[in-house]
């Protein structure tokens, strides 16, 4: 068990809605990253979290957003979903930014818009 | 340059064989590159990691071979097990801005024969 955990497992829900995924991170680390695992684009970084602010962007949709909450947990919105969006949505967190510590993932959220 | 180039796609060895994957990447920026390990269901988690200061890193039964000139380096795991069937990720990452914004590769999913 790495620590992390997401919620909720699946979600299935239909096109043009709007869904939140939760993250809450191993005790103690304050860095929160959102990863996307799909078949034909294998697993992207999406956005990073340190303490509550924003550090860094990957591929992520103008669609989708993110926050931290001051205690530490993070949720990912994603707005008008499509059929692409359909994905496993992976949350990671380590405890510092820089070098020498780990990513630890949570089991992730698979999410299936019809 | 962004991209980590991983191969095979599958892969299958007997019991007690040696496993050996492969990855090379573009950007010369990166300095760290882990090998994440995932499970049916799981969120993959760290294998192994090496920086380009060295050209190898054994831990048990898995070892790194990194070829800095080259941009490659590979997984070695050695006595494979049925235990090991998994798909394993390698990644990559540079200490600017977000030092744990993986690259992962495209995954290679590894089947031990009992």
């Known amino acids: 068990d790495s620590g992390v955990t997401q919620t909720p497992k699946h979600l299935i829900t239909a096109t043009g809605q709007r869904v939140t995924l939760r993250c809450s991170p191993r005790s103690g680390d304050l860095s929160v990253y959102w990863y996307q695992q799909s078949l034909d684009q294998g697993l992207q970084f999406l956005i990073h979290?340190?303490?509550?602010?924003?550090?860094a962007k990957g591929n992520i949709l103008e669609r989708f957003s993110a926050q931290q909450f001051p205690d530490l947990h993070s949720e990912l919105n994603l707005s008008s979903l499509e059929l692409g969006d359909s994905a496993l949505y992976f949350c990671?967190?380590?405890?510092?930014?820089?070098?020498?510590?780990?990513?630890?993932f949570g089991n992730g959220t698979r999410l299936t818009v019809t | 340059q962004q991209q980590v180039k991983q191969s095979p796609q599958s892969l299958i060895v007997q019991k007690g064989g040696i496993s050996i994957i492969n990855c090379a990447y573009e950007n010369t920026a990166f300095d760290y590159f882990p090998w994440y390990q995932q499970f049916p269901g799981k969120g993959p988690a760290l294998l192994i990691a090496?920086?380009?200061?060295?050209s190898e890193k054994k831990e048990g039964r898995f070892t790194i071979s990194f070829n800095k000139s080259a941009k490659q380096f590979s997984l070695h795991i050695m006595d494979s097990q049925p235990g090991d069937s998994a798909t394993y990720f390698c990644?990559?990452?540079?200490?600017?801005?977000?030092?744990?914004?993986?690259?992962f590769g495209s995954g290679t999913q590894l089947t031990v024969l009992p």
């Open positions: 979290y340190y303490n509550g602010e924003e550090r």
């Open positions: 990644a990559a990452s540079g200490l600017g801005g977000s030092a744990r914004q993986l690259t």
């Open positions: 990671a967190s380590s405890d510092l930014t820089g070098e020498g510590s780990p990513l630890h």
């Open positions: 090496i920086r380009p200061d060295v």
